[in-house]
């Protein structure tokens, strides 16, 4: 039996030692783990029947070969938490007690000495017992009996008097059914990129409370500006004994934002009611107060926010409570900005052109506006880090959020398909100044809309709206992944049924989720889905016509029959927030993984990883379509190359997408398309080993496409492109600048400027003293050169180059554009298969700003050499820190370079070697010594194996066989 000492009571924060509520926890070991058979195992909280198996030695790693089939029936069987715990008595003898669980996975009973305390159905609430009289001095005994969610959702599912579809995952994902029968991770049951682990157990904190009048149970905040003056606004959510009598409960709440010298108090008077107490504060408008901006554009200036309360003694209370709770905030404005792309438009009536300002039919604009300044959104989509919450640790996140800030990224969609991200995930994106678009979790099904579920998906978007709309970070909510397009492209055969399903639409996103939205943070916009319309979206009903219109809101863009190495294959929306193609993880990350027969691209785990349908086929037709197919019989070989490929193939496929999205930000086509707004590419983390659409791998490898993100994600963009077969286009696009919208006078049509007039910053959010500073960087990055470099694949030496001066008028343009043709023959290049471009650009100060290279054809028809790729040296910088020399003695196309089984990333990896030797360093994930790093360090570059190389290789055979013969002839 696990007996609470003393020493296990916190007082909550700075409480001293005089006042009564004392928090008790119940997390962590001493929790007994059973299933309704044999196993009776140590458990701890937070956990699952996965992670306490494994620790017990029980079961195998879940990740590895296809366990993840092998222990279904663990998701099939219904597990109970146990714990026995001691309490003191002057817990006991408090006026209050609640149990509270702050989340719990997810059908469950809750049990405390034989007492039902409820049942709970959904994992993304928290739940609040009221224990008192029910928990006893001395031992005591809980329970949390789970029921196989897989089990409740099929159960819930057969009662149902209609379908909701999905009913089950495609075969490929070896998954369970009807999870969006259930409140729960929706991915857990399986998805497209991730194993189905539908795990039970306790994967919040759990504790008790005790009090004898109230405790601050929340603190929410909404910071927004009004009438210009930034406005806090504040809302206390207390727990209150149940009967407080006649004079309720009284108390003293005081509120102060550290550093700002800005404070609030009140006397507060509790009657039992569950209300919250409201208060604004407002920030006089003499007082500067410094913003918080996203990452790129300014400092994420960070306030804490610190509330307590205090009761006082009344006529039955003798002792006080004081409790305390503190968020952080940022001040910051956001828009979402939904308005005519031309306000003018044009129509003709006999030889004349007139316009009308009143219809547009060429949509609306999508992006937003952070402090005023439109703000193109670079970034990826979030899927939970792990299958097993309880094995993510704040470090873990911070090192994949620090990854993706560290090659520009600063917007992030938490996708619905997961959780609600843990505070550790939101308190990094505010630090680091990464946007978060915000999906509800429902993802790619219809749900259920009985009045229980709604009942249960209300008090959960109240709840999660209340934890987490005080960041600064988040940007939007919105309530879906792809349901609206789901529902009117009938991806689940709902057409004859279509009205029935749309109500249900209705019902869930439109009555319920979007009031309480609204209500809780009209700071921010609520989008009922992603993808969708917006505005239009609304107009049509919330489920438009073509959810998926490039003309009004946001995208999703996935062809794999497509080329996806040109640009003309993609489509120009307002906002692409999600576009992706798959690769294989790293293979050293598979080491943990496979076995060794398993290394095989033809092998059955290479299939049962695949949770794609087709992916492995696309995967090998695109690499085929660009490169050559690795030419040896060894089988692990081609497996290590192989991926190699899928990940050259998707690196190059992700660069061609984002740039054309970046390059289109202040392009406005006649039909209306263009002035696209942001770039979420799908998918930033791995949740197992597999080939997945990520872009780090489940053992925080990078792969390709991660390293690609830092150069097409640049704030100072280089971006040759084909514009058509034989006109080379070259832009630049710049960003982390305050830029502006104008319209043109003539035509009505929106553009983004640099703000680059001295007025125009004046009448900016740019804080006053900054405006020069600004100014300067201004132009420093819209005004420049663009040197052009034209290398043979034999020679360092360059053939030939250009150096072009440009200024930037808009933050997006062609800056050079050339015939092939005669870019080839002016610089003496023998053909589009002999020569690469390298481009590098520089300030009117002459420092580098960026560099860019463009290859005339694919890489399988590129005559490149072979290279002999050496290692020359490894000097240690610091204890992670390492430089790595490599040398070459041709040019090297994606030289790849590998740590082997040292985790850690390079600063870049991928890249053209044009000179002899290139200097990269390596960041380890732990402390490393040199000679352990050292063996593990190899590096390998693309080769072609030209069957014309072997024919001159031939004839070369065949010339010496003949000499010889001729010398034996002669001789
Ligand atoms: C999108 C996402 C995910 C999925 C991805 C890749 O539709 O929303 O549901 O994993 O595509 O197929």
New binding site residues.
Partial sequence: MWHVSAACFILLLTVPVSVAFTRLPLSGSGWIVSDSADVKINGKVPGTQYTALLKQGLIGDPLYRDNDVNLRSLGRKNWTYSLNFSVPAILVSSKNLTLVCEGLDTVAQMILNNNVLGKTDNMFVRFAYDITGKLRKGNNNLRVEFTSAVLEAQSKASKSSYRIPPDCPPEVQHGECHVNQLRKEQCSFS???GPSFPTQGIWQPIYIDSFNSAIIRDVSAVVSKVNNKWQIAVQVYFDSIRQPGRYGVTGQLEASIRGLNLSHSENVTLRGIEEPTHFIITVPESKIVPLWWPRGYGEQNLFTLNVTFETFKGPYRSATDKSSKSLRIGFRTVELIQEPVKNKFQIRKGWKYYYDKRYSPTGLTFYFRVNGIPIFLKGS?W?PADNFQERITRKHLQYLLSSAASVGINAMRV???GIYESDDLYDICDELGIMVWQDLMF??ALYPAYPEFIKSVAYEVKYQMRRLKHHASILVWAGS??NEKALRQDWFDTKENYTRYYEDFLKLYVRTIKPIVESEDSSREYLSSSPTNGAESVKEGYVAQDPGSELYGDI?F?DYMADQWTAEVFRIPRMAS?Y?IQSWCNNESLAAVFAPQDFDVNSKMVDHRQH?GMGNIEMTAEVTLHMQLPQTSDTQSYFAEYIYLTQINQAMSMRTQTEHYRRYQSRLLDDGRGLTMGALY??LNDIWQAPT?ASIDYEGRWKMLHYFARSFFNKHLISPYKLDSNTLDVFIVVDEIPIMESRSPATGKLQFWPMSTLDSLKNSEVPKQEIYAVLHKLRMATIGYLRIEVFEYSSFQPLFSWTVPYELKTTAESVFKKSISDALSESGCPGPEHCLLYFSATDQSGSDLSTSWFMFTYPKYARIKKPQLKIVSVTKLASTVFEIEVSADVPALFVWLSAGSVKGHFSDNGFHMLSSSAKVQFFAQQPIRSLTLRPQLSVKSLQNNWSNIRAHFSILVFLCMSISLLYWIIY
């Fill in positions: 998805w497209d990129w989509n899927i996708w619905g398909g993802s790619v992944n792809e999703h996935y999600e992706g794609h799908w998918q659409w």
